[in-house]
């Protein structure tokens, strides 16, 4: 089966929830996907997404770009790192992160097939 892969646009980026004890991670997806789709993918995101204490105190920013297949279940495949942040770190947290995202609620209210997504996740 194979899936086209959209262009990444960073033209849209949308802030996710995140605790007053953290430093701001921001999402940014391809222009094509809803934003309530996004917001989704952000929450189930940031339930796992922890910005490295080690790159938070070198004041290590960087946008990783993680992309995967999406299924109307909610469930993930095929993770992969398509742009790095140029920090292994973040990197690694990135994919982390996505690697650990359970079934996301509500996607089939989406999407009736399975869908490539882009997302960037900024660290900053």
Do not use: C
């Not at 990444?8 to 929830?17: A, C, E, R």
């Not at 993918?41 to 105190?57: N, Q, V």
């Not at 990135?94 to 660290?123: E, T």
Request: avoid cysteine; glycine fraction near 6%.
């Amino acid at each position: 089966m194979s899936h086209a892969r959209p262009a990444f646009n960073t033209s849209h980026p949308i802030d996710i929830s995140h605790s007053p004890e953290t430093e701001p991670v921001h999402l940014i997806g391809d222009k094509k996907i809803d934003r309530p789709l996004l917001t989704l993918l952000g929450k189930a995101l940031t339930k796992h997404l922890i910005y490295p204490k080690s790159a938070i105190d070198l004041n290590v920013k960087g946008t990783a770009v993680i992309g995967f297949l999406l299924y109307p279940d909610g469930h993930i495949t095929d993770v992969q790192l398509l742009r790095t942040s140029r920090a292994e770190v973040l990197d690694s947290a990135a994919l982390s992160a996505a690697n650990a995202i359970g079934p996301v609620s509500h996607i089939s209210q989406y999407l009736d097939k399975p869908k490539w997504m882009i997302i960037g996740i900024i660290f900053q």
